[in-house]
């Protein structure tokens, strides 16, 4: 499966900001698909996941409350929408997918996104 995140964008504390990831070459509903983050200077962290149905979510403890992940399997895409954002959040955020079920570990996922950047001024 192939993935392009896009959305990314420079955006003030406090704004939204909406990523997608749309997937081609097989259908979404066989993977988990998981939103990762890399700050400058910092390891790759787990953001969000949902399952292949789309029916279960995890959320880091970072952006529980201001991020929402949602899955539409018939359009193979997953969209990240962030409210609040913080100056922290600002990062290069990777989609990526999983063919063995859910995980918050990179090595879990098997096919990987181009990174969009998120910028968060203060």
């Known amino acids: 499966v192939q993935l392009q995140a896009s959305g990314g964008g420079l955006v003030q504390a406090g704004g939204s900001l909406r990523l997608s990831c749309a997937a081609s070459?097989?259908?979404?509903?066989?993977?988990?698909i998981g939103w990762f983050r890399q700050a400058p200077g910092k390891e790759r962290e787990f953001v969000v996941g949902?399952?292949?149905?789309?029916?279960?979510?995890y959320y880091a403890d970072s952006v529980k409350g201001r991020f929402t992940i949602s899955k539409d399997n018939a359009k193979s895409t997953v969209a990240l929408q962030m409210n609040n954002l913080k100056p922290e959040d600002t990062a290069v955020y990777y989609c990526?997918?999983?063919?063995?079920?859910?995980?918050?570990?990179?090595?879990?996922?098997?096919?990987w996104g181009q990174g969009t950047l998120v910028t968060v001024s203060s």
């Open positions: 070459g097989r259908t979404i509903s066989r993977y988990s």
């Open positions: 990526a997918a999983s063919s063995a079920g859910m995980s918050v570990r990179r090595n879990g996922f098997d096919y």
């Open positions: 949902i399952s292949g149905s789309g029916g279960s979510t």
